[in-house]
């Protein structure tokens, strides 16, 4: 795109000062008309279901030549400012890495604030009689009873609590939260929470993703709260998370409209038949497709039908009515059937993430900022590695690694990278983001590999064969659940 390298061309040759906008006038005048150019084709493109990636608006440079958490930092406390450029007008130009430092600023804003809060009640509580309070937000929660114990303690948080940086410590055990006790938190908890038998989602097989239920019970509301305020927890605390809805979930966050392309991501063979009854040529739609204004779920283990429209089982569809059926039927499955559960959630979500942050994000973007990606690269992994003490890249302990890791399967991998991290998805920067860091264990062959999850360190003995350290190695990374001091 020419206006793309007008921007890219205007950053690389001005002189750029701290804000990235020192530059003469008509420097100024060519950035900003180019920019809201830009502006108008990223909408075309957004308008039409993305003609082409939108990552083909990102402009790299921009994050090496301007300071985005200072242009953020600017905009969000005077976004009208007079003759300012912010960047953060134009978000579709930031790629993974500014999107990311943005974030990252939100947070660390937010959390001072919230954190300083705290510290200005305590000190007001030595004089008065005020009850003091923590600085983090700190769950105390056990194995056995995680689900409950979780929903309690945070229906007892207000919105300013939820924006201390995150802290949970589990009853009888030794470890210090760094990072991977919360993980694993993230983890156990929303296995529970989505467990079949509280029949709040539905799984899809075909996609093996999971939705809303098409009918829900007033109590379950408070669940999908606290889910949502969990997937709003995991992005302000940067922790990923196991949530296997599609990419709707984020569309409808980020108030995007959904349409036929995007039920595809629940039941391809539905939205197959649904096109096929658009593209039908003849006049006998009616009696070809025997259809009503009117869906059949399961519910519960029954079937049960939902009119589309008043009256809607005895409105047939016909050629002439046929688009508004399936509009009428992707709006009930993707908006009106789960209206309420789906507001629960988003309430939950907002209760946390409730900033202007989430302007600058793409739907895909938030979705990988969620459940992380597989965008994995593993000889990027060994290239990124940190040895301590006598390790290095060519001690033979290190070597025997790297021979036995790249021999594994992929999925054998993505059990290390849960062992390693907490995790067996990547952050949206990629794997570069992910630095293991090896330090030696002075013992014998009998011994497990152990990973500090908080710090992607692993303790790696030094064994004297390749088969030995296989072994081992597996048996390591098939038992990841529980941690000592990480």
Not at 134 to 160: A, C, G, H, M, W
Not at 267 to 286: A, F, R
Not at 415 to 442: C, E, N, W
Request: hydrophobic letters at 40%.
């Amino acid at each position: 795109m020419i206006y793309k390298s007008a921007v890219i061309h205007l950053l690389c040759q001005a002189e750029m000062a701290n804000d990235g906008r020192t530059m003469v006038q008509s420097q100024k005048q060519i950035l900003r008309l180019s920019l809201e150019i830009l502006k108008l084709l990223n909408k075309v493109n957004i308008d039409n279901r993305e003609l082409i990636p939108y990552q083909e608006f990102y402009i790299h440079e921009v994050t090496d030549k301007v300071d985005v958490r200072y242009d953020y930092a600017e905009w969000l406390g005077s976004p009208h400012k007079q003759g300012r450029l912010y960047f953060c007008d134009y978000p579709f130009v930031f790629d993974a890495a500014a999107k990311t430092l943005i974030l990252q600023t939100d947070s660390a804003i937010r959390m001072e604030s919230a954190m300083n809060s705290a510290f200005q009640q305590n000190l007001v509580s030595a004089f008065l009689p005020v009850t003091p309070t923590n600085p983090f937000l700190v769950l105390y929660v056990t194995r056995d009873n995680l689900l409950q114990e979780t929903i309690n303690q945070l229906s007892k948080y207000d919105q300013q609590d939820l924006k201390k940086p995150l802290k949970v410590i589990f009853h009888g055990e030794d470890a210090v939260d760094a990072g991977g006790v919360r993980k694993e938190f993230f983890m156990l908890l929303l296995r529970e929470a989505l467990d079949p038998k509280y029949g709040m989602f539905t799984e899809h097989p075909e996609t093996r993703c999971i939705w809303f239920h098409a009918k829900t019970f007033a109590e379950d509301n408070q669940l999908f709260y606290l889910i949502g305020i969990l997937c709003g927890l995991a992005i302000y605390n940067f922790t990923i998370i196991d949530l296997p809805f599609p990419l709707i979930l984020y569309k409808k966050l980020l108030h995007e409209k959904v349409s036929l392309e995007d039920l595809k991501q629940l039941s391809p063979t539905v939205v197959k038949s649904l096109q096929e009854l658009l593209d039908y040529e003849d006049d006998d739609v009616e009696d070809v497709f025997v259809l009503n204004f009117e869906v059949s779920l399961e519910v519960y283990g029954a079937r049960v039908s939902f009119e589309l429209k008043p009256n809607g089982a005895n409105i047939p569809v016909t050629k002439e009515n046929r688009m508004e059926y399936v509009d009428c039927y992707v709006d009930f499955i993707l908006n009106k059937s789960v209206e309420d559960a789906f507001k629960s959630f988003s309430d939950g979500f907002y209760k946390v993430c409730g900033s202007k942050v989430l302007e600058v994000f793409h739907a895909q973007e938030l979705m990988a900022l969620v459940i992380g990606t597989e965008d994995y690269n593993w000889k990027e992994l060994e290239e990124n590695a940190e040895y301590k003490n006598e390790y290095d890249q060519n001690h033979p302990a290190i070597k025997k690694f790297w021979k036995v890791f790249h021999s594994l399967s992929l999925e054998q991998k993505k059990k290390f990278l849960l062992f390693l991290t907490g995790s067996d998805r990547i952050p949206i920067l990629g794997m570069k983001a992910v630095k293991i860091i090896f330090q030696p264990m002075h013992v014998t062959d009998d011994h497990l590999p152990v990973a500090h999850t908080c710090f992607n360190i692993l303790d790696l003995p030094h064994y004297t064969t390749e088969e030995a350290l296989r072994i081992k190695l597996l048996q390591a990374i098939e038992h990841t659940q529980g941690f000592g001091l990480a």
